[in-house]
């Protein structure tokens, strides 16, 4: 697990997750121009719509497995 800092509009957290997740989400950060912070803010934005259901960690490693199950 690795662990990495972020502060979501104002408030410091962090998220653990493993290596291969952060492989993926550096690889689409990487190219789609976008900025680590704004990635997360984003996700954590889809996190919050209609309530929280599951914890930001929890919520980027369904994100990583939606985005590697769509590719070609």
Excluded at 27 to 37: E, H
Aim: charged fraction near 25%.
């Amino acid at each position: 697990m690795k662990k990495r800092s972020i502060s979501l509009y104002g408030h410091q957290t962090s998220v653990a997750l493993e290596a291969e997740f952060w492989a993926v989400i550096d690889t689409y950060v990487t190219l789609n121009g976008d900025s680590f912070a704004s990635f997360i803010r984003t996700r954590d934005d889809e996190r919050m719509e209609g309530g929280p259901t599951r914890n930001l960690a929890s919520h980027l490693r369904v994100w990583c497995l939606g985005s590697v199950q769509t590719k070609p």
